[in-house]
């Protein structure tokens, strides 16, 4: 089974920057796309980024363009998130999300999610 497990989340001033790690592990031989999905109170799961198999392309939802940026190191596995400029509405529990395909994982259909990790933004 492929496990995905995210950390680097916390707490942090409006203005302020967090970077957010998911590798990835398990019995695969597969590359995957990966992404980030995020989910506030009362809300429903959003989009925020994702990246194909090679770090190339990327996509991100508009509320985080200029702000965050994904990328990747393949050499372990791992996808980052970059996020600077942090506003008070990013606050969310933040879930990596893989899967075989590109599109899969901006629609979230991805075939893995990890356990999700939380990030406030203070006023």
């Known amino acids: 089974q492929v496990q995905l497990e995210e950390s680097g989340g916390g707490s942090v001033q409006a203005g302020g920057s967090l970077r957010l790690s998911c590798a990835l592990s398990g019995r695969t031989f597969s590359p995957y796309a990966m992404g980030w999905f995020r989910q506030a109170p009362g809300k429903e799961r959003e989009f925020v980024a994702a990246?194909?198999?090679?770090?190339?392309?990327?996509t991100y939802a508009s509320p985080v363009k200029g702000r965050f940026t994904i990328s990747r190191f393949n050499a372990n596995n791992t996808v980052y998130l970059q996020m600077i400029s942090l506003k008070p509405e990013d606050t969310a529990v933040y879930y990596c999300?893989?899967?075989?395909?590109?599109?899969?994982?901006?629609?979230?259909?991805?075939?893995?999610w990890g356990q999700g990790i939380q990030v406030t933004v203070s006023s």
């Open positions: 990246i194909t198999w090679d770090g190339g392309p990327t």
């Open positions: 999300n893989a899967a075989r395909s590109f599109t899969s994982v901006i629609t979230g259909s991805g075939d893995y």
